[in-house]
T-cell receptor, first 116, second 114 residues
Framework: AQKITQTQPGMFVQEKEAVTLDCTYD???????LFWYKQPSSGEMIFLIY??????QNATEGRYSLNFQKARKSANLVISASQLGDSAMYFC?????????????FGDGTTLTVKP | DGGITQSPKYLFRKEGQNVTLSCEQN?????MYWYRQDPGQGLRLIYY???????QKGDIAEGYSVSREKKESFPLTVTSAQKNPTAFYLC?????????????FGPGTRLTVL
């Protein structure tokens, strides 16, 4: 079975500062993908960044980077230079290859509030 | 523009009625998914389909049914057997079930049972 744990229900950050959102995972699949999504108050889910389990380097997409520590089974999202528009709920998710092929498992999310 | 459409955006139903939520994609994706989201919580998988005419139960399939007769369509029926159907429902699609395939989401349908 797959499991995603996000231990921070809510986070606050000052505008223009960096923030790290935590994500730990558990899976028996040797090959898997890790994703982060942003969900504004409108409800849509916006894909942010992807990390493959065999990728040697941490993924980066603009102001988003993923701090992947495979041995610790963690995939933390780092948002640099926070903007007011970053205020939203953030979800970590994973997809397995073998036992959980085709399925995604989501964490409970972290609500990020950016303060001016 | 390619994407996923869900209709309606808001849906109200009386207790005991079945209701069908629409999900259409023009991304030519093989895999499609239905999720349920309760307030302040994450997404839970209801059903998923990796190919036309085939689908599998997710983690919370009881009280729901789906069909996948066309590649671009994956409607979800919330039946009267679903005990607490009020929730936000999200449909998603992906090119396939491989771990590197991201999921693309529709705008969601907010279902309220009166």
């Amino acid at each position: 079975a797959q499991k995603i744990t996000q231990t921070q229900p809510g986070m606050f950050v000052q505008e223009k500062e960096a923030v790290t959102l935590d994500c730990t995972y558990d899976t028996s699949d040797p090959s898997y993908g890790l994703f982060w999504y942003k969900q504004p108050s409108s409800g849509e889910m916006i894909f942010l960044i992807y990390q493959g389990s065999y990728d040697q380097q941490n993924a980066t997409e603009g102001r988003y980077s993923l701090n992947f520590q495979k041995a610790r089974k963690s995939a933390n999202l780092v948002i640099s230079a926070s903007q007011l528009g970053d205020s939203a709920m953030y979800f970590c998710a994973m997809r397995g290859h073998n036992t959980n092929a085709g399925k995604s498992t989501f964490g409970d999310g972290t609500t990020l509030t950016v303060k001016p | 523009d390619g994407g996923i459409t869900q209709s309606p955006k808001y849906l109200f139903r009386k207790e005991g009625q079945n209701v069908t939520l629409s999900c259409e994609q023009n991304l030519n994706h093989d895999a499609m998914y239905w999720y349920r989201q309760d307030p302040g919580q994450g997404l839970r998988l209801i059903y998923y389909s990796q190919i036309v005419n085939d689908f599998q139960k997710g983690d919370i399939a009881e009280g729901y049914s789906v069909s996948r007769e066309k590649k671009e369509s994956f409607p979800l029926t919330v039946t009267s057997a679903q005990k607490n159907p009020t929730a936000f429902y999200l449909c998603a699609s992906s090119p396939g079930g491989a771990p590197y395939n991201e999921q693309f989401f529709g705008p969601g349908t907010r279902l309220t049972v009166l």
